[in-house]
């Protein structure tokens, strides 16, 4: 089992930046691939933002060039830097931890709201 906590939603007019925490119970050195993931009112939840163990990144097509994500490898914490927020990023951004062993299996954090106003 992995436990996720997100922090760092909140609230930021247009343009403005947030930076979101997720913390793993486990050491990230051991899990493949750590995300975000976001779900706005009445929408499919969607990628944000990918990293694996390797470091390679992944992103969303509406957040390249706005968001970055990072991992500390030699701690628990994953990162998302969100920069020029537009109200559409408005969602509950989700932390997820996917462990391939044969299969894959994902953790989820229990989310974090982000509120961009226009």
């Known amino acids: 089992q992995v436990q996720l906590v997100e922090s760092g939603g909140g609230f930021v007019q247009a343009g403005g930046s947030l930076r979101l925490s997720c913390v793993a119970s486990?050491?990230?050195?051991?899990?493949?691939?750590m995300g975000w993931y976001r779900q706005a009112p009445g929408k499919q939840r969607e990628l944000v933002a990918a990293i694996t163990s390797s470091g390679a990144t992944n992103y969303g097509d509406s957040v390249k060039g706005r968001f970055t994500i990072s991992r500390d490898n030699t701690g628990n914490t994953v990162y998302l830097q969100m920069n020029s927020l537009k109200p559409e990023d408005t969602a509950v951004y989700y932390c997820n931890a996917a462990l391939v062993v044969v299969l894959v299996t994902n953790y989820w954090g229990q989310g974090t709201q982000v509120t961009v106003s226009s």
């Open positions: 486990i050491s990230i050195s051991s899990i493949d691939v």
